[in-house]
């Protein structure tokens, strides 16, 4: 699957979630006075990506040759972490000294989690790194991208801070869900 254009970013948020911002019921994310702004400016994270200028900073090739993005590429060296501090260096200048927070956070959780989760396997027997390992390949795959899980009951996003209690939410309910149900589910399933 493609890198997410900005426009399907924001498009990917007027998917009927409910959100409430300050007490309030907020219907489109995207257009509310506040929260809006931290959409588009999540959005420049996707922009920066478009940009052939930036191509070989901003993504890199998978083992399938598709260009994806380089802040779900797990590092497996120094070079890879000088190149993800490059990448929040440009993040950060193209959000005009605030840094890019949507995948920063995200793939930050993941990494983290990819330790935990291979501790927890091999203290518990159970098959976690493997849901994670697989779990990271869809977001990856997917740039990020929100996928509904079936058995998922509708939630309600508290959104106390512009961005950060959306993104968490989501990356928070996903990872438990692919991670730690006792069924593994098929992330990979569209």
């Known amino acids: 699957m493609a890198l997410r254009t900005p426009e399907q970013y924001v498009e990917s948020l007027r998917d009927g979630r409910t ?3 300050r007490g309030e019921r907020v219907a489109d994310v995207t257009e509310h006075p506040e929260l809006g702004s931290a959409v588009r ?3 420049l994270e996707y922009a920066s990506a478009q940009d052939p200028a930036h191509a070989d900073l901003t993504t ?3 083992a399938a040759g598709t260009r994806q993005s380089r802040y779900w590429k797990l590092p497996e060296g120094p070079d890879d972490l000088l190149r993800r501090h490059a990448l929040i260096d440009h993040g950060t200048r193209v959000g005009h000294g605030v840094f890019l927070i949507i995948k920063e956070i995200g ?3 993941l990494f983290a989690h990819t330790i935990v989760s291979h501790q927890m396997q091999e203290a ?6 493997e849901r994670l390992r697989a779990y990271h390949r ?3 795959q997917h740039d990020g991208r929100r996928q509904a899980h079936p058995a998922a009951p509708a939630r309600t996003l508290l959104a106390a801070c512009p961005g950060r209690a959306l993104l968490a939410s989501v990356v928070v309910s996903a990872f438990s869900r692919a991670v730690f149900s006792p069924e593994p589910e098929n992330v990979n399933q569209e």
């Open 124 to 129: 518990l027997k159970a098959p976690y790194f």
């Open 41 to 43: 400016h999540a959005a």
């Open 19 to 21: 959100v409430y911002y």
């Open 107 to 109: 793939s930050d959780f």
């Open 60 to 62: 890199y090739p998978d």
């Open 138 to 140: 869809h977001v990856e």
